[in-house]
């Protein structure tokens, strides 16, 4: 069974860095890409950009381009998105998300990071 | 970038009828990688179809996915009370980026 596992909710101070794991399992994990997608409070789903875990390459969308770090730890099957300089309009819940075979998606249970002076 | 458009916003319906969602893409999304999602308040989006038609593991059959191309159609063909949530469609296909439709709000007539 495949399963992507987050890290727990977060509350950091605007200006700080704050960083989420998703750690899966029950597929290999280089086989796939990692996306991650942002939704802030009472707002639809946004893309921020996604990892090759195989080759470490990233994508990110232009809205997070200079402040989202995408990595993954192929010893730990485990991937981070990193976001940095927050802000409260980064208040919003956190997701990972991967394609596997035949189209199938599969999300993680989300990471609500809570941006709080 | 795909834009996806949701129609209508809000669907009025009772518990029983048929609710028909539609999602339109600026431009073809390749291998149909289209997928629903339904979600509550303060809940994760549930993924209901991928690939426009296929259902996921553990999503009643009175949901169905069609469509191809630039069109695509979301059915719930009787409403159970449990049913009413927003719906969200997203295309996968032409990556990156994911995009998602806005929106559409089923909501107790």
């Known amino acids: 069974e495949v399963q992507l596992v987050q890290s727990g909710a977060e509350v950091k101070k605007p200006g700080a860095t704050v960083k989420i794991s998703c750690k899966v399992s029950g597929y290999n994990f280089i086989d796939y890409y990692m996306h991650w997608v942002q939704q802030a409070p009472g707002k639809g789903l946004e893309w921020m950009g996604l990892?090759?875990?195989?080759?470490?390459?990233?994508k990110y969308a232009e809205k997070f381009q200079g402040r989202v770090t995408m990595t993954a730890d192929t010893s730990t099957d485990t991937a981070y998105m990193e976001l940095s300089s927050l802000r409260s309009e980064d208040t919003a819940v956190y997701h990972c998300a991967t394609v596997g075979l035949f189209g199938n998606i599969y999300w993680g249970q989300g990471t609500l990071v809570t941006v709080s002076s | 970038e795909i834009v996806l458009t949701q129609s209508p916003g809000t669907l009025s319906l009772s518990p029983g009828e048929r609710a028909t969602l539609s999602c339109r893409a600026s431009?073809?999304?390749?291998?149909?990688?289209l997928a629903w999602y339904q979600q509550k308040p303060g809940q994760a989006p549930r993924l209901l179809i991928y690939g426009a038609s296929s259902r996921a593991t553990g999503i009643p059959d009175r949901f169905s996915g069609s469509g191809s191309g630039t069109d695509f159609t979301l059915t719930i063909s009787r409403l159970e009370p449990e049913d009413f949530a927003v719906y969200y469609c997203?295309?996968?296909?032409?990556?990156?980026?994911?995009?998602f439709g806005q929106g559409t709000t089923v909501e107790i007539k």
């Open positions: 431009q073809y999304v390749f291998t149909n990688y």
């Open positions: 997203q295309q996968y296909g032409s990556s990156p980026p994911w995009t």
């Open positions: 990892v090759d875990p195989e080759e470490g390459e990233t």
